[in-house]
């Protein structure tokens, strides 16, 4: 989950084409249900209700700060303590504020502190083709891209095209 709503901004680093999911309340609900249905945390969060607009400020500064910290983990391998402590912040934040356990805000905020202290955290990787950020839950832990159906294909089909035009050449 905490993926997921990470990875709801599609294209981050490209601000010309970059598009937030979550800006648009619909998109925000159709999320949700997506989450209910096919979430790996689904019976830990087996309902999830959209924030109000009033406490939509608190997913978006968690999304942000899980962001950034998972990221930079990715990065450079350290904990870097100001963002732990902004991402531990919002998280707290996000619970106190959310209106049930049943909030996407508040399954977020335990899908963070659940990824934080467990063993998956040394299994993240950031996606070469489009920036997200997954597990890596290959056997050798070397997938390289988020999703095989999607970047791996296009991967697969860039080297494929690289490869038969040099040997055209």
């Known amino acids: 989950m905490a993926l997921d709503v990470a990875n709801s901004v599609i294209l981050r680093f490209d601000h010309e084409k970059s598009v937030d999911r979550f800006a648009v309340p619909e998109q925000l609900e159709s999320f ?7 979430s790996a945390e689904r019976n830990i969060f087996p309902t999830l209700a959209p924030p109000s607009a009033a406490s939509r400020g608190h997913l978006i500064q968690l999304r942000e700060a899980t962001d950034r910290y998972f990221r930079q983990l ?14 531990l912040t919002t998280s707290a934040t996000a619970l106190k504020n959310a209106p049930d356990t049943h909030s996407l805000q ?3 905020a335990r899908s963070v502190l659940n990824l934080m202290a467990g063993p998956d955290r ?7 083709h489009c920036g997200w950020l997954f597990i890596d839950r290959s056997k050798n832990r070397s997938r390289i891209w988020c999703d095989m159906a999607v970047c791996g294909n296009r991967h697969k089909a860039a080297k494929h095209y690289r490869r038969k035009k040099e040997t055209a050449s």
């Open 122 to 128: 040394t299994r993240l990787r950031i996606c070469g």
């Open 106 to 108: 508040a399954a977020t």
């Open 74 to 87: 990715i990065e450079t391998g350290q904990d870097d303590n100001a963002l732990l402590a902004d991402l």
């Open 32 to 38: 949700c249900e997506a989450a209910t249905r096919l």
